[in-house]
Structure formats: structure tokens, C-alpha cells
């Protein structure tokens, strides 16, 4: 696998020479970055196991495009490299998270350990993180509750790109929702959604492939929708259902930076520059055990086998699963021009 070269599109944009990895080699790629920067070894592999599993189940925006961006942090302080995570208890099943300005999946890893143990005992946990940093993809955390027996839900908040409807300034980040369940014998049922129409880091990735976008992803300044990603970075992401979409943030705004004490997104610095603050988001995870009386596993599975058996359904997250397992048996393919930058980056060259 590790000398086939081949061509992927990515997210639909710009055909790039790729190389194939196996995850494991893809891992130990990425950590190696981080090790470089002085980012602890248990935080480097934190960080590079949630980037590879997002480019493994095919969320390229929240893969191997953003080593370079959260290296270029690590090496300007916005990022603190070392950041010390503590896990207190704001009440018996709630739990508030202090990310240090670090990393955020550090801090997710001891929200995930200790919310699924209170969880596990009381019912039900919450965990509120702040101080924190991108998120990636949250079906990757959400799933690892689910994986414990759990149903999840998770909320973030993200710099500003995306505007109340009908206006132009941002207010809201693209603010993603996820949830997972679990199923007896299968893969967890895993959504996740973010509330703008696509990710922002799609966007990224096509601003650095020299690609356009699609129109309907972006608006410009001036609120017109446009193709350059340049301008849309610069602009507001078209939420998902319009005016519904944007209520929608709201409500993941209140959770994930109110009800943590983290930033607002409006006030948060970006997740692509080296430049300004920590931007000190905040994610919000709600952790459920099924009770045992109300036959919960059979009902899920009549339900899902219901929707499955209709003409035209299918149940979501089944584009990720098939994702991965094709990168578990065959790799994944990763733009050159990422992996050229990281191998600089081992090198000593940022």
C-alpha cells in the first residue's frame, strides 16, 4: 500500500496526486509532527488518532488539512502545547472540563472517561468543556460513548461564519450537532451534522487545493453567494433549512459557550491563523444509559430495520461506515502535498 500513488477528489474540488497509508502509518505520521512542536507524546497521539479517524471516515476537512494549522498555533502560543486538562465536578453527574487552551481532544478523552463512568453509575452525565480548541469531527467522540453502552449527544461552538438569517454579519460558528446510539451485535447508529450547509473546513480545503466551491456552499461580504473560497472565508456559510438552521445554532451557541463559560463565537479567534488569542470554545456532551425496562435495544432495532426496509431510506452514517472499513482494509489516500508538509514539519522546516 505505502508506494501506490493514485487520484482522489476531494469533497468534489480539485483532483490531487494522493499516496496511500495504512491508519496506522497515518498515525504515527501525524503524532510525529506534534512530538516535533513539544507537544506531549499522549496529546500528539490524542490529537493525531482524532485527525486520522475523521480522514478515515472521509471528513477530509477536519483531517491531514489542519496539521499544518494546528502546528503553525503550537509554534506562535495559541495553542499551549503542554495545556494541563482538569476534570471537576460541578454537581454529582455534571462535569466541567478545563482544556487549558490545548488541544481539544485531550480534553475530550478525560470528559469521555469519566462522563461514561458517572453515566454508567447515576443514569445519565453531562460534561462541559471550555478553554478548548477544534473539534473535528464529532461523530468520532460520540461514538466512543456509544461504544460503552451509551446514547450521546454533542454540541460545539466554532469562530463566527454563519449569520442569523436575514443578516450578514456572523454571529454563530458552524456550530455542528452529533449523536450516537447503540446497537446490539452492529456499529453504533452515529449522526452528525454540521449546521451550515457544509463544514467550514471544506472551504479551507479548497482555498488551499486552488479549487472553487460549489455555489449554495458560501456567501461573500455583501451577502451574495459566490465560488471563490476566499470570499467565502472572508464572508458567511448558507445554513442548513435557512431561518431553521440558524435557531438551531443558537441553541448549540447556549450549550456549548454558555453553559460551559467558554467564548462566544462571535468572540472566539480563528481555527486557521497563528495569529490573536486561544479562541477558548467550548463543547457540550450529554451521555445516557438505556434502561434495561423499557426493552430499548429491540425497540431501536425495530425502528431502524423499519426505516431501513422503505424504498429509497437509509439509515445515516452508512457512507461513514462503508468509509471505514474501505480505510481499514485498504488505507486512506492522502494528498501528497499534506504529507510532504508534515514530513517539513518532522524536518524542521516551519
Known sequence: MIGRLATAAQAGLLIMQTHCMNLS????????????????????????????AAEAEGQVGHGFSRV????????????????????AHAATTSLLI???????????DAAIQ????????????????????????LSVQVEKLAQKGLVAMMVANAPAAMAPWGAKSAVFGTNPIAFAAPRDNKPPLVIDLSLSRVARGKVMNAK??????????ALDQDGKPTTDPEAALEGTMVPIGEAKGTALALMVEILAALMTGAAKSAEASSFFSADGPPPNVGQYLIA???????????????????????????????????????????????????????????????
Open 114 to 137: 469519566a462522563g461514561a463512568e458517572l453515566a454508567q453509575e447515576h443514569g445519565s452525565a453531562t460534561m462541559a468543556i471550555y478553554r478548548s480548541h477544534h473539534c473535528g469531527a
Open 288 to 350: 445516557l444509559k438505556p434502561s434495561d425496562n423499557v426493552g430499548f435495544a429491540s425497540r431501536l432495532e425495530d425502528l431502524l430495520q423499519h426505516i431501513e426496509s422503505l424504498d429509497g431510506a437509509r439509515l445515516p452514517g452508512q457512507r461513514r461506515l462503508a468509509a471505514m472499513a474501505k480505510a481499514r482494509e485498504q488505507g486512506i489516500d492522502v494528498p501528497v502535498r499534506y504529507i510532504e508538509a508534515i514530513r517539513n514539519i518532522i524536518d524542521g522546516q516551519f
Open 25 to 52: 502509518e497515518a498515525t504515527e505520521l501525524v503524532e510525529a509532527a506534534f512530538r516535533k512542536v513539544s507537544v506531549p507524546v499522549e496529546s500528539a497521539r490524542s490529537v493525531a488518532s482524532a485527525l486520522v
Open 208 to 217: 488551499k487545493a486552488g479549487s472553487s466551491i460549489p455555489e449554495g456552499w
Open 68 to 87: 499544518e494549522d494546528y502546528v503553525a498555533q503550537v509554534v506562535s502560543g495559541k495553542v499551549v502545547a503542554d495545556a494541563s486538562v482538569s476534570v
Open 98 to 108: 478545563d482544556a487549558g487552551n490545548g488541544f481539544a481532544y485531550p480534553a475530550l
